[in-house]
């Protein structure tokens, strides 16, 4: 009977009659630690408003924007990359040289179309030669200033659709061909000033020719478009 009395008791049974001695010190508090925010909560976007995401996404932008027309060293436009900024200065510059054609409204989409193309497809050449040429900076980061930096040319296009409202005119080409000639100088420096330190110092030469081929091509597209009749 003992032995079925003893296999009977709940586990823990003699725990309530262990006494703790009152010499012995008990220190300490049992609390429950409430963690500090961490970064990514700070940084999660989930139960943002769209109207501030919006805004924020435009301020960004309007920053590398500002990083364009002031070049400088500065490591935020790598770190920070998208692709919105390249993409509105694309649709932007081929909507601007869709007006162009002289063979009538058929010639209009293809031309569009060819402009979309060179762009994205010259930048991923470039990216791709930055690459194997031993380049430090990521494909995408590539690709961001490289379009970011396409916005004096696009500057350069308001400009000259501007001029040739006046007419077609040895004076009009001269403006138009200063116009562009700056734009295009200022689109090659600021794409190298953020490029340069991620290339191999004896290969630079032959990361920068591909990116002035890149901006030329751009410009003389600029230059030579003229509106329909």
């Known amino acids: 009977m003992a032995e079925v009395d003893e296999g009977n008791r709940p586990m823990f049974a003699g725990l309530s009659d262990v006494s703790i001695s009152e010499d012995i010190p008990v220190e300490g508090e049992i609390t429950v630690p409430v ?15 769209v109207k501030d995401t919006v805004l924020r ?4 932008v309007g920053k590398k924007f500002v ?5 400088k ?3 935020s436009l790598l770190r920070d990359w998208d692709l919105w900024g390249p993409l ?8 601007m040289l869709q007006g162009g ?5 058929d010639d209009l989409g293809p031309q569009f179309a060819e402009v979309f193309v060179i762009i994205w497809f010259g930048s991923v050449v470039i990216t791709l030669n930055s690459k194997l040429l031993g380049g430090t900076i990521s494909f995408f980061q590539s690709l961001c200033v490289l379009g970011y930096c396409i916005l004096p040319l696009t500057v350069a296009m308001v400009v000259c659709r501007l001029v040739l409202l006046g007419g ?3 004076v009009s080409f001269i403006v138009r061909l200063i116009v562009v000639t700056v734009s295009f100088s200022w689109s090659t420096f600021a794409s190298t000033a953020f490029l ?4 191999p110092p004896n290969r630079r030469a032959l990361v920068v020719y591909p990116v002035f081929l890149f901006y030329f091509v751009i410009g003389w597209m600029i230059l030579t478009f003229s509106p329909s009749p």
């Open 196 to 199: 340069a330190d991620s290339q």
């Open 67 to 71: 990083h364009v027309l002031y070049p």
């Open 73 to 75: 060293k500065s490591s």
């Open 88 to 95: 509105l200065l694309c649709v932007t510059l081929a909507l």
């Open 57 to 60: 996404d435009l301020k960004a």
């Open 35 to 49: 963690g500090s925010p961490s970064q990514d909560d700070e940084c999660s976007t989930l139960d943002e408003p």
């Open 101 to 105: 054609s002289e063979k009538g409204k």
């Open 168 to 170: 077609s005119s040895k």
